[in-house]
């Protein structure tokens, strides 16, 4: 290919932006009229363990609400008013035919609403494969470490009765290898946005990681090279802005508007727990042994904290951010959570005391996947960003 015939960032993010829009899922049901062997596996924020999918020779499809051009009319009508909006919109989805070609559907144990969704699920959705899947709060490997290993086993199982085939230790060892692979290429991404902002928008970022929760892995992981390439070879300007991470916005996502409003305020997002699935595991998961006991590992020893995860001892609790704020170089803190999001604004009085006992500054406020009035959080954001140059240079 010669350099003007290279992809632009503009032509790669395009088409994530194009995946991104449809709710459809065109792309998604493309790919399974492609074979009629081929299953589809929808999954919730915020972790599952997507190589069993893959092993089994099915796409695994995150399911991340409706976003704001969703008009939810039904599914108000399954839940009261004052929880979060993903599940209505994610009901929405379900009862409008959008998800028709599932087969079947993973609900992470992320908190009450979820569980409650999967439950529902089933009523609404039979012959479809449902799984609330539960993963451990213990990290002993003899209690939390046992007791996920036959989790883990059973989903295995219930993913075989869905592929129509077993699914074997060399299967998953394939799949893990693909899904390090496409590990190390989001923290390459995240890293590279981290030293060079102005390179890498996180409206673009955001949209790359979005293509990865329904594109298979190895398209993804493909497209990330391809966006690597291109963002390091265009020639954008530096600006003056304030380097910030946000945190709080795993489960239900912002709006996209919300994500660009921040960054037109003057910041650069230089870290996020958006999508956390992506960046779950911090490590290569081995690919000698037994791939099942190598996950249960992964996950009880090399996974990332967050506020979906218990932290025993209350004297780390918010080490992770303070860390976080240190490896990226980052001069403060947006706490983004869903309204009505518990884990996320439980976890907030504890971060934040965390944050000011370390002086590191931060703001905090609430969103909607459809909030549509950005002028408020513009101008929050830019003050912030505003207050913490004028401190840096005092
Ligand atoms: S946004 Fe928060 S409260 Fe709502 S489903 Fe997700 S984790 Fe649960």
Request: aromatic share 10%; net charge negative.
């Amino acid at each position: 290919m010669t350099r003007s015939q290279a992809k632009t960032p503009a032509d790669i993010i395009e088409r994530c932006r194009i995946l991104f829009d449809d709710l459809g899922f065109t792309a998604v049901r493309e790919w399974k009229a492609a074979d009629p062997q081929r299953k589809v596996i929808g999954y919730m924020p915020i972790y599952v363990p997507r190589e069993l999918i893959h092993a089994g020779g099915m796409l695994a499809l995150g399911v991340l609400g409706g976003g704001d051009s969703l008009e939810v009319i039904h599914g108000d009508a399954y839940y009261q008013s004052y929880i979060c909006r993903i599940p209505r919109s994610t009901i929405e989805l379900a009862i409008t035919k959008r998800l028709d070609f599932v087969d079947g559907m993973l609900f992470p144990s992320i908190c009450d609403v979820i569980r409650n969704l999967s439950g529902m699920w089933k009523l609404m959705m039979p012959g479809v494969y449902v799984r609330y899947f539960d993963v451990p709060q213990n990290y002993r490997d003899d209690l939390g470490g046992t007791y996920y290993v036959n989790e883990l086993q059973e989903l295995r199982e219930g993913l075989e009765g869905v592929a129509g085939r077993k699914i074997t230790d060399d299967d998953i060892r394939r799949s893990i290898a693909v899904y390090n692979e496409n590990r190390r290429l989001v923290n390459q991404v995240y890293t590279f946005r981290a030293k060079t902002p102005w390179k890498a928008s996180s409206y673009e970022v955001y949209l790359l990681m979005r293509a990865g929760m329904l594109l298979p892995v190895e398209e993804h992981s493909q497209l990330m090279q391809d966006y690597l390439a291109a963002a390091e070879a265009a020639d954008r300007p530096m600006r003056d802005n304030c380097r910030i991470i946000m945190q709080g916005s795993f489960c239900e996502q912002p709006p996209l508007n919300l994500i660009k409003s921040i960054e037109m305020s003057g910041c650069y997002i230089v870290d996020d727990d958006f999508m956390l699935v992506t960046r779950w595991l911090l490590e290569d998961v081995p690919l000698d042994g037994d791939p099942i006991a190598n996950l249960a590992h992964a996950f009880l020893h090399h996974s990332t904290e967050t506020a979906a995860k218990y932290e025993p001892d209350g004297a780390r609790k918010g080490k992770y951010l303070i860390d976080a704020v240190r490896d990226r170089g980052a001069e403060g803190v947006i706490f983004a959570a869903p309204s009505f999001c518990d884990p996320a604004l439980l976890d907030r009085p504890m971060l934040a005391r965390a944050l000011s006992r370390e002086k590191i500054p931060y703001i905090a406020f609430k969103y909607a996947e459809n909030s549509g009035q950005m002028q408020p959080i513009r101008e929050q954001a830019g003050t912030f960003a505003d207050s913490i140059k004028l401190w840096s240079e005092a």
